[in-house]
């Protein structure tokens, strides 16, 4: 785009960034399986209809058929 000019975020900034992501990290470790698998399938429910809508899903990427 011509005309903006968008700033570098500052070396502190991303410092902090950093930390913040390795906590998240060491959080989602230490997690419950039944949590982990919980976070999984919430997750699925959310990207799968726009993986769907961009493009033909892999044989991989289809859902799991867990719900009754």
Do not use: F, N
């Not at 700033?7 to 930390?19: E, H, I, K, M, T």
Request: no cysteine; proline share 10%.
């Amino acid at each position: 785009m011509a005309g903006t000019d968008h700033a570098r975020p500052s070396p502190g900034l991303l410092a902090a960034q950093r930390r913040a992501k390795q906590a998240w990290r060491r959080q989602q470790v230490e997690l419950p399986l039944q949590e982990k698998i919980r976070l999984l399938l919430e997750l699925q429910r959310t990207v799968y209809p726009i993986l769907r809508q961009r493009r033909q899903l892999r044989p991989w990427e289809r859902p799991w058929a867990i719900e009754p």
